[in-house]
């Protein structure tokens, strides 16, 4: 079976970082795009970093470039999503998912974690 286990959500300050990590069991990430997504009450879905599995190629929205970074850890057959400089509106339910081709939509992806929580609050 396939599965995306996501981890490193918590509470962290206005200001702060917090690195999450998607941890692949089943299958192996590298040839996988994988995203980021979140979701807040009331709020849509909506996509936040996403990495290409066939040539690396990144995606940010403009509200998280320049303060986070997604990368690879092909050998622990993770991704990993750093955020710096973490505000309130971050806080929300964040979702790994994966697809096959180099999409970064919600509707595209072909399979999903259960999220981790993330709090940005003083």
């Known amino acids: 079976q396939l599965q995306l286990v996501e981890s490193g959500g918590g509470l962290v300050q206005p200001g702060g970082s917090l690195r999450l990590s998607c941890a692949a069991s089943?299958?192996?990430?590298?040839?996988?795009?994988i995203g980021w997504f979140r979701q807040a009450p009331g709020r849509e879905r909506e996509a936040v970093s996403c990495i290409s599995g066939r040539d690396g190629d990144t995606y940010y929205r403009d509200s998280v470039k320049g303060r986070s970074t997604i990368s690879r850890d092909n050998a622990r057959n993770t991704v990993s999503l750093q955020m710096n400089s973490l505000r309130p509106e971050d806080t929300a339910v964040y979702y790994c998912?994966?697809?096959?081709?180099?999409?970064?939509?919600?509707?595209?992806?072909?399979?999903w974690g259960n999220g981790t929580l993330v709090t940005v609050s003083s």
């Open positions: 998912a994966a697809a096959i081709q180099w999409v970064c939509f919600d509707y595209g992806m072909d399979f």
């Open positions: 089943g299958f192996t990430l590298g040839t996988y795009t």
